[in-house]
């Protein structure tokens, strides 16, 4: 009986593997760019894969195993091309645990990356701000973060092949990268801060009294979204840096109602920004990580 359940598992992850690999062919086969550096972008945040330079747009529903976009403001595409010289691949809108998908396969975009060879990933965000010397439309550095989602993409029988079970988390958000964006910032002129993200299942924004909770256990900055990605990013060793944009007070801060549309809009707004900083940052992050063809 012991047997034979371990031989399951181990099959229902070598489907996993084999998955992984098939996605990864499938991009490898319809780009000659092979890149370095990994941009997850976030609500409002998408538009930034419109400045690649001679993209390939791979809608996500082409790619095999892939899920789709169900979220608003997500565009549901990779593009792969350059910025600022560099090889990139983005994915212009990403999947949350609260459109229904697992973590898994919240996770599987960011583990093709490692099959692809990237090495380093650069992941952004909208969230509530919690810390009050936020402001709405700050771009903040993501030192921790705290994992409220109830869910882990490592989860399931073992793979080595997918990298270790037990990994380190302590120091989730590789610190020459975070430094490296906030000199980049003050070059800039912007003074980003830098703070922890706690994340939650959503769809719901939280209440005024879940945001005092999560200001009591340390966290700055509220989001639904992330961690696990920066989990399976981790387990295969890919360095991260992550980043939020502030685009809205966190429940009860202020005294007004919280709204998506407000998200989005806010993310658009901080688009040249958020520009900017990445100009300033991929290079530095492309040439810590040659691209190199997958292991
Ligand atoms: N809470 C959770 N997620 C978010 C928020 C928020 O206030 N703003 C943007 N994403």
């Known amino acids: ?5 371990t031989l399951k598992s181990s099959e229902s992850k070598m489907d996993l593997f084999n998955q992984l690999e098939e996605a990864a062919q499938f991009i490898r086969s319809r780009t000659a760019v092979r890149p370095a550096v990994a941009l997850v972008l976030g609500s409002g945040l998408g538009g930034f894969a419109d400045e690649l330079i001679e993209p390939v747009k791979v809608p996500y529903e082409e790619i095999p195993h892939f899920a789709r976009s169900t979220a608003i403001g997500h565009e549901g595409r990779l593009v792969v091309g350059k910025f600022a010289g560099c090889p990139v691949v983005a994915m212009q809108g990403r999947f949350h645990l609260y459109e229904g998908y697992s973590a898994e396969q919240v996770a599987f975009p ?3 990356f490692a099959r692809l060879g990237v090495r380093a990933a650069i992941l952004t965000n909208a969230a509530g701000g919690i810390n009050l010397e936020y402001g709405q439309s700050a771009l ?3 030192r921790d973060h705290i994992n409220l989602q109830g869910q882990n993409p490592l989860t399931g029988p073992e793979d080595l092949r997918l990298g270790p079970r037990f990994i380190d ?3 989730a958000y590789y610190k020459p990268y975070r430094q490296l964006a906030l000199d980049a910032g003050r070059r800039l002129g912007m003074e980003l801060k830098e703070g922890i993200y706690a994340g939650l299942l959503g769809p719901s924004y939280e209440t005024p009294a ?3 909770f999560l200001r009591a256990i340390g966290a700055d900055l509220v989001g639904m979204s992330t961690i ?3 989990i399976a990013a981790r387990q295969l060793g890919m360095k991260v840096l992550g980043i939020s944009c502030v ?5 009860g801060v202020l005294d007004k109602p919280l ?3 407000e998200v989005l809009e806010t993310g658009r707004r901080v688009a040249g920004q958020f520009k900017a900083l990445l100009r300033e940052v991929i290079p530095e992050i492309a040439a810590d990580n040659p691209a190199t063809d997958a292991r």
């Open 247 to 251: 685009t809205n007070m966190a429940a």
């Open 228 to 230: 696990p990605e920066v």
């Open 259 to 261: 709204n998506h549309e």
């Open 140 to 142: 903040v550095v993501i």
């Open 1 to 5: 009986m012991t047997v034979k359940a």
């Open 169 to 171: 988390m302590s120091e």
């Open 210 to 212: 879940e945001i005092r």
């Open 110 to 112: 960011t583990r093709v």
